[in-house]
């Protein structure tokens, strides 16, 4: 039996980690991102003030959210299914999750007619099969928590998971600005124009993959 030295990880600790690069080879790129999220806003500006009603429910910017986190949810799943270390592919799995899980909940299909698509993504039914699929992944990760918990923590300091955090601040930030009705003549354009961001964060982290 070996004993490892304090401080000193395991194999298995070291192939859950050993996928994702740190956050140093995130520097050059950040004023490339930023200047992505600028000019996208910029955009978006420019198409809202020509149409104002591109920022209404199902409408071109809304869509665009919903392509950008589905393209999200493509590329995780697809690394998530190659990758060959058991934490890193719970983890990759379980963003994929979360990207479903804003899909969907992005998405109102209510007005599309179709019966059985309106009912499997609304209501109960859809909480009950999302609900099943968190409980399924959170059983798979209870069972190798260790390896999980090390693939996390390295996927967190990678420029990909910093890419998510800043996503999810501009989530909370976006709903924060639709709570308190700011801008109620703006046909919802400032919080749709932090979630097109927070979409192009989250695609970009999931692209980033490829680099680590």
Not at 101 to 128: C, F, I, P, Q, S
Not at 159 to 182: E, M, Q
Request: hydrophobic share 50%; with cysteine; glycine share 8%.
């Amino acid at each position: 039996m070996v004993n490892n030295k304090p401080g000193e990880h395991t194999d298995g600790e070291k192939e859950a980690t050993s996928g994702f690069r740190g956050t140093c080879a995130f520097k050059q790129p950040a004023v490339a991102i930023l200047l992505l999220c600028c000019l996208q806003s910029l955009a978006w500006w420019l198409i809202w003030r020509a149409d104002p009603l591109v920022s209404e429910e199902n409408r071109l910017m809304e869509n665009t959210q919903a392509l950008g986190l589905f393209c999200g949810l493509v590329l995780y799943a697809w690394h998530g299914a190659r990758e060959k270390s058991l934490g890193r592919r719970k983890l990759l799995l379980s963003l994929s999750l979360i990207y479903l899980t804003l899909l969907v909940l992005e998405v109102d299909v209510r007005k599309w007619g179709v019966l059985w698509l309106n009912k499997a993504l609304n209501g109960r039914l859809r909480d009950l099969w999302l609900g099943l699929l968190w409980m399924t992944n959170s059983i798979l990760i209870l069972r190798d928590i260790r390896a999980f918990w090390h693939s996390g923590l390295a996927w967190l300091r990678s420029p990909s998971g910093v890419l998510v955090i800043l996503a999810g601040v501009l989530w909370v930030i976006s709903g924060l600005v639709d709570k308190l009705r700011l801008y109620p003549d703006a046909h919802h354009f400032p919080e749709e124009l932090i979630e097109s961001n927070a979409c192009l964060l989250m695609l970009l982290a999931a692209a980033w993959l490829r680099r680590t």
